[in-house]
């Protein structure tokens, strides 16, 4: 059983950066790839980043990439997704998620992210 836990949202302004933290518990994140996802009102939740459990292979949404960094530390069990030139499209619950196969097993709770225009 691995328990997730998002924070660092908040709000901020058109350009600006946050950095969201996904700390895990209950077991190590070794072994897993971890995942960032996003749920804006009205809409269903997609998906905007992934990174493997070494940290070397990275994957991005086409909407966020050159814009949000993906980052882990499996020493601190915690994986980072860095958000710089937000946008207000980037509005959304922003939840993370880990996987040791093809589907995504454990979920946070989902941190809010608002930007304002």
């Known amino acids: 059983q691995v328990q997730l836990v998002e924070s660092g949202g908040g709000l901020v302004q058109a350009g600006g950066s946050l950095r969201l933290s996904c700390a895990a518990s209950?077991?190590?994140?070794?072994?897993?790839?971890t995942g960032w996802f996003r749920q804006a009102p009205g809409k269903e939740r997609e998906f905007v980043a992934r990174?493997?459990?070494?940290?070397?292979?990275?994957a991005y949404a086409d909407s966020v990439k050159g814009r949000f960094t993906i980052s882990r530390d499996n020493a601190k069990n915690t994986v980072y997704l860095q958000m710089d030139s937000l946008k207000p499209e980037d509005t959304a619950v922003y939840y993370c998620a880990v996987r040791a196969g093809p589907t995504w097993d454990y979920w946070g709770q989902g941190t809010q992210v608002t930007v304002s225009s």
């Open positions: 209950g077991r190590t994140f070794s072994g897993y790839s």
């Open positions: 990174i493997n459990w070494s940290g070397v292979v990275t």
